[in-house]
């Protein structure tokens, strides 16, 4: 099981108090920031956002880029469609199996708080799909908890009871995403949450 979803955390399933939760923590400001410093976009862009949970990135984006968003969770893409409509299109589905070619073609993918949830084989997937439906020039952004010797041991432990089960270290991660990509900078943050917490941010190309 690459995602908890039963115990105490099962109450998470519900979209509001994902969002609640999230907003709390600060995940507002982390994706502000995701957007202003890594995703790189300009009018007319079109950007596919793998694992979009209830598409919260939605409030932080220029109306002129075109969004498509992807997510296993049923009741996330339901609230995502009626809080945001026409404003953007949004599947369910499961990215670790999805058929490339099935969403069309990106300037830029997104995967926010993603690689964690999956285990390496699907991640592999999840990598292949971006990197299969990005246009020339576009590239890959992934975000997400990671372990390193230098943090707090109050972010680390905040990061061990993560509903996902498959953190890693900004190196292990960047490994997985030089398989598929030919340049990729990785770069650790802990400037995102309000809480301490340490990222890992991969900006990928092919
Ligand atoms: C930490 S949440 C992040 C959600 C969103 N990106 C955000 O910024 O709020 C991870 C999301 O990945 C989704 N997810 C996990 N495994 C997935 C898979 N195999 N395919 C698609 N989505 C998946 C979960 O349902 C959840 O919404």
């Known amino acids: 099981m690459a995602q908890i979803t039963t ?3 099962a109450i998470f399933s519900a979209p509001w108090v994902y969002d609640l939760a ?3 923590v600060g995940a507002n400001r982390s994706r502000a920031r995701l957007v202003r410093d890594h995703l790189r976009l300009r009018p007319g862009m079109r950007l596919l956002d ?3 949970g209830t598409a919260a990135m939605l409030h932080h984006l220029p109306r ?4 498509v968003g992807v997510d296993l969770s049923e009741s996330y893409i339901e609230s995502a469609r009626r809080e945001f409509g026409a404003r953007g299109e949004f599947h369910c589905g499961d990215i670790a199996r999805t058929a490339p070619d099935v969403f069309g073609t990106f300037d830029v993918v997104v995967a926010n708080g993603l690689l964690h949830h999956l285990d390496d084989g699907p991640v592999r997937n999840m990598l292949r799909v971006a990197r299969t439906v990005l246009r020339a020039g576009g590239h890959l952004v ?3 908890p990671c372990f390193d010797p ?3 041991r109050l972010a680390r432990l905040v990061i061990t009871h993560d509903r996902g089960r498959n953190v890693r270290t900004l190196a292990g991660y960047a490994e997985l995403a030089r398989e598929m990509f030919t340049t990729v900078e990785p770069r650790l943050r802990d400037d995102m949450l309000r809480i301490p917490y340490t990222h890992a941010v991969l900006e990928c190309r092919p």
């Open 7 to 9: 115990g105490p955390r």
């Open 22 to 24: 999230q907003n709390l």
């Open 50 to 52: 793998l694992g979009c």
């Open 64 to 67: 002129d880029v075109a969004y």
């Open 142 to 144: 992934t975000i997400d």
């Open 150 to 152: 230098g943090q707090s």
